[in-house]
C-alpha cells in the first residue's frame, strides 16, 4: 500500500515538474514598437507654383516674330469700341490696322506708331476702333507697311455686334453642299440684327438681303424672287408664326423644287427660335394656293 502512494506521488510531481517547464519557455508577447517624431523639423515648403503668362512677355515660341497680334484673338466678337493691341519690332517704325468686310471691302485702316523705351527690342502699340457702321463678319488684318516677311500679316477673322444686337441664322440653298439637289435642303449663314426689333421679322429681312458676294463663291444662293417685302409676321399664343409677304412672294414662281426650296427657307429661318412650333406662310393676307408648283 505505501508503495502506490509513493508511485501515485511520483506521477503527480512528474506531471507538475512538465507543465511548469513548458509555461516557463513560452515566448515573451511581442511589444509594439513605437517610434517618436521629430516635430522640431518643420515639413519643407511646397515647390512654387509657375508664374502665369503675362500679355507683353516674350516667350521662346514668339523669338524673332516681326509682329505679334494679342488682341483681340481670333473668333472673338467685339462691340465698339474695342482694342487692337500687340508688339513689333521697334526698327520697323509702324503697323497698319485694317478691317475688311466679307466682300473684301476695306471698312477701316490707320497706321500707328510702334513706340518702345529705349534699348527694347520689341515696341507696343494700341489702337481703340470705334462705330464701323455694319455689324457681321469681317477680317482684321494687321501688318508691317515696310516688310516682305510673311510673318510681317496678323490676321483675325471677328464678329462685330452693336450693344444692342444679336446673332441669328438665316438659310439658303447650296448645290455644293447637296450636290443630289434635295430641293427641301437648306444651310444656314450667321447674321447679326437688332435685338430692338421683332426678332422674327429682323431674321426674315436678312434673309431677303440674300447671301453676301463671299458666301456666294461658296455655292450659297437664295430661291426667293427679287423685291420681295415683308408685310407683317407675328406669333400666336401656340407658337404659330404667320409671316405675311406682298405679291412678289408668289409671282413668276414655277416649279416644285423652287417652290419647296423657298418654302424650307422661310421655315428654317423661323424655326431656329425654340418658341415656334409651326409656320404659316402668306401673300396679302391669302393662305390657300400660296407658294403652290
Known amino acids: 500500500m505505501k508503495r502506490l502512494i509513493f508511485v501515485i506521488v511520483l506521477v503527480v510531481v512528474a506531471v507538475l515538474g512538465f507543465w511548469f517547464g513548458r509555461s516557463s519557455l513560452s515566448p515573451a508577447p511581442l511589444q509594439e514598437e513605437t517610434r517618436t517624431v521629430n516635430t522640431s523639423y518643420p515639413l519643407l515648403p511646397p515647390p512654387p507654383e509657375s508664374e502665369p503668362y503675362v500679355p507683353g512677355t516674350p516667350v521662346d515660341a514668339e523669338a524673332g516674330l516681326p509682329l505679334l ?35 473684301g471691302a476695306e471698312v477701316f485702316s490707320r497706321r500707328l506708331a510702334v513706340a518702345a523705351p529705349a534699348g527694347e527690342k520689341y515696341g507696343r502699340f494700341a489702337l481703340t476702333v470705334g462705330d464701323l457702321g455694319q455689324v457681321g463678319d469681317l477680317i482684321l488684318r494687321v501688318s508691317l507697311p515696310e516688310s516682305d516677311d510673311p510673318e510681317a500679316v496678323q490676321v483675325r477673322k471677328i464678329s462685330f455686334a452693336q450693344p444692342d444686337t444679336v446673332e441669328v441664322q ?13 430641293c427641301s435642303k437648306v444651310f444656314s449663314v450667321k447674321r447679326t440684327v437688332s435685338s430692338r426689333s421683332n426678332i422674327f421679322r429682323a431674321a426674315l429681312e436678312a434673309l431677303l438681303a440674300g447671301p453676301t458676294e463671299n458666301e456666294a463663291t461658296y455655292g450659297y444662293v437664295s430661291q426667293l424672287p427679287a423685291n420681295v417685302k415683308i ?10 408664326v404667320t409671316a405675311d409677304f ?7 414662281v414655277a416649279g416644285s423644287c423652287r417652290v419647296g426650296a423657298i418654302r424650307a427657307q422661310i421655315e428654317a429661318t423661323l424655326r431656329q427660335f425654340p418658341e415656334v412650333k409651326s409656320v404659316v406662310v402668306s ?4 393662305k390657300e394656293g400660296i407658294l403652290q408648283p
Do not use: C, H, M
Open 283 to 286: 401673300v396679302e393676307g391669302e
Open 170 to 182: 438665316v438659310y439658303f440653298s447650296n448645290q455644293q453642299l447637296d450636290p443630289w439637289v434635295d
Open 69 to 103: 497680334l494679342e488682341t483681340p484673338v481670333d473668333g472673338a466678337v467685339v462691340s465698339p469700341p474695342f482694342e487692337v493691341s500687340g508688339r513689333a519690332l521697334v526698327d520697323q517704325g509702324q503697323v497698319t490696322i485694317a478691317v475688311v468686310d466679307a466682300n
Open 246 to 252: 406682298d405679291r412678289n412672294l408668289d409671282r413668276g
Open 231 to 240: 408685310k407683317s409676321v407675328g406669333a400666336d399664343a401656340d407658337g404659330i
